[in-house]
C-alpha cells in the first residue's frame, strides 16, 4: 500500500514539537505511523534532493533555522515481551513510544535495568542515538540491540549492542549522521540485577529517607530518580529546555592537576579517557547559575541547562551557549561542546 499524500503537510511550525519550544517552520511534515512507509518517504525526500529530519520528542533538539526538507515525526508504536523467564527478558519497544512510559511500564513488571534512567524526556528512538545516561547508568548497559533502515545499503538492519559503539553520549548512530533511522529497541532486562545506587545523590536520597538499599527495589529506585530530576532539573513544560545543554568535558591528567590546583573544588569523575569534569560546576563557577535575559536564561538549580523563558529563538539560545562557553574556556581552558542536535548555520 503506497502512502498517501493526505499524510504530506507543508509548512507545518515544529514549536510544539520540540521542549524547547522554539518556532520553526518544517517545508514538509509526515507523521510515520506504519514501518513499512519509511523507505518511500526517504526515497521521496532524495528524489527532491531534500534534507531529512527524524523527529522524535523533540527533547535535544536546537532548531536555530526553518528547515528546509522532510521531518518525519516517528510515530511508531508497541511494546512486547520476548524470551521470558523468571530471571530476565526481552523487552522489544517501537521508536516512538514515550521514553519515562516504557521505563515504568518495565519496572512495574518487575524488571530491572531502565529505573536509573526515569523521567528523561523524549522518544525510544532517540534514546540510543546520544546513548541517554543519568544517575550512574547508560542506555548501552542495558540494550540488546537496536533496529534500523540503513538509508545508506537501503536495508533493514538489527544492530546489536556490541556494534553500536557507545561511549558517554556517543554511539554509532551519532558518528554517521542520517545514515540510520531508528525504528525499534530491544532491552535486556532483568529481575536479578543488582541495583545501581552508587552515584551520590541517589545514596543521600536514600540516606534522608532512611531506606536500608538492601530492602530498595527497582520500583523504589525509579522514584528516587524522579524526586531528585523534579527537584533539580525544570519540566520543559513548563520552563522549555533540551536537558543538559553542554557535555561534561573529558581532559587529560595533566590538565586535570593544574586546574585542581588552581580550583581545589573542581568536581571531576575518574574517565577511560582522562578526567571528565562537571560543566554545571564550571559554568556556575563562572557565575552564569540563574542568569536570565529577555528571552532565555540559564536554569537557577542547575546550570548545564539552558531555559527559553519567553518567546526565544533556537539563535538565542546559541548565543547564550556561545558566551557561556567563552567565559568557560576563559576560565578554565576548556571548551565545552554542545550536547543537543543544532539544526541550522549557527551549528559549527
Ligand atoms: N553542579 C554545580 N552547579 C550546577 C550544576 C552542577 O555545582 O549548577 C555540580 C553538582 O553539585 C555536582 C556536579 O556538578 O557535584 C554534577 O552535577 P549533577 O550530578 O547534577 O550532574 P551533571 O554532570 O550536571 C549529568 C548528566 C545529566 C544527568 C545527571 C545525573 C551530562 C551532560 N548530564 O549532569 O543528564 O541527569 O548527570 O546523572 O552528562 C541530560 O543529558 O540532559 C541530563 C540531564
Given at each position: 500500500m503506497t502512502p498517501s499524500a493526505k499524510q504530506l503537510k507543508t509548512q507545518v511550525d515544529l514549536r510544539s514539537m520540540n521542549t524547547l519550544g522554539v518556532s520553526a517552520m518544517?517545508?514538509?511534515?509526515?507523521?510515520?505511523?506504519?514501518?513499512?512507509?519509511?523507505?518511500?518517504?526517504?526515497?521521496?525526500?532524495?528524489?527532491?534532493?531534500?534534507?531529512?529530519?527524524?523527529?522524535?520528542?523533540?527533547?535535544?533538539?536546537?532548531l536555530a533555522q526553518d528547515f528546509p526538507g522532510l521531518v518525519i515525526q516517528m510515530g511508531l508504536k508497541g511494546r512486547c515481551w520476548e524470551s521470558v523467564s523468571q530471571e530476565s527478558a526481552i523487552l522489544d519497544v517501537a521508536a516512538g513510544e514515550n521514553w519515562h512510559d516504557t521505563v515504568m511500564y518495565s519496572v512495574d513488571a518487575g524488571y530491572g535495568g531502565l529505573e536509573n534512567l526515569a523521567l528523561i524526556p523524549g522518544t525510544v528512538g532517540a534514546a540510543p542515538i546520544q546513548n541517554i545516561g543519568a544517575y550512574g547508568a547508560e542506555l548501552g548497559d542495558v540494550l540488546a540491540?537496536?533496529?534500523v533502515f540503513d538509508t545508506q545499503l537501503g536495508e533493514w538492519r538489527?544492530?546489536?549492542?556490541?556494534?553500536?559503539r557507545f561511549g558517554y553520549r556517543d554511539s554509532l548512530f551519532k558518528q554517521e549522521p542520517g545514515r540510520y533511522v531508528v525504528t525499534g529497541v530491544r532491552f535486556g532486562l532483568s529481575r536479578q540485577r543488582p541495583l545501581n545506587i552508587a552515584y551520590r545523590d541517589l545514596q543521600q536520597y536514600f540516606a534522608q529517607v532512611q531506606r536500608e538499599p538492601s530492602s530498595l527495589s527497582g520500583a523504589d529506585v525509579a522514584r528516587a530518580v524522579i524526586a531528585i530530576r523534579h527537584d533539580k532539573l525544570p519540566d520543559p513544560t513548563r520552563l522549555p529546555n533540551v536537558g543538559s545543554f553542554f557535555k561534561n568535558p573529558i581532559v587529560s591528567r595533566a590538565h586535570y592537576e593544574k586546574?585542581?590546583?588552581?580550583?581545589?573544588?573542581?568536581?571531576?569523575?575518574?574517565?577511560?579517557?582522562?578526567v571528565k569534569l562537571a560543566a554545571g560546576w564550571m559554568i556556575d563557577q563562572c557565575g552564569w547559575k540563574g542568569y536570565r535575559n529577555t528571552h532565555v536564561g540559564v536554569h537557577a538549580r542547575q546550570a548545564l541547562?539552558?531555559?527559553?523563558?519567553a518567546n526565544g529563538t533556537g539563535k538565542d539560545i546559541l548565543d547564550l551557549a556561545r558566551a557561556i562557553q567563552a567565559d568557560v574556556e576563559k576560565t578554565f581552558g576548556v571548551m565545552l561542546e554542545i550536547e543537543p542536535l543544532v539544526i541550522g548555520e549557527d551549528a559549527a
Open positions: 518544517a517545508a514538509w511534515f509526515v507523521r510515520l505511523a506504519r514501518k513499512d512507509d519509511l523507505p518511500y518517504w526517504l526515497s521521496w525526500a532524495r528524489e527532491k534532493s531534500l534534507p531529512v529530519l527524524i523527529l522524535g520528542g523533540g527533547s535535544n533538539l536546537v540491540s537496536v533496529d538489527r544492530i546489536a549492542r556490541q556494534e553500536c586546574l585542581s590546583a588552581s580550583f581545589p573544588g573542581l568536581v571531576s569523575y575518574p574517565d577511560p579517557g582522562g541547562v539552558l531555559i527559553n523563558h
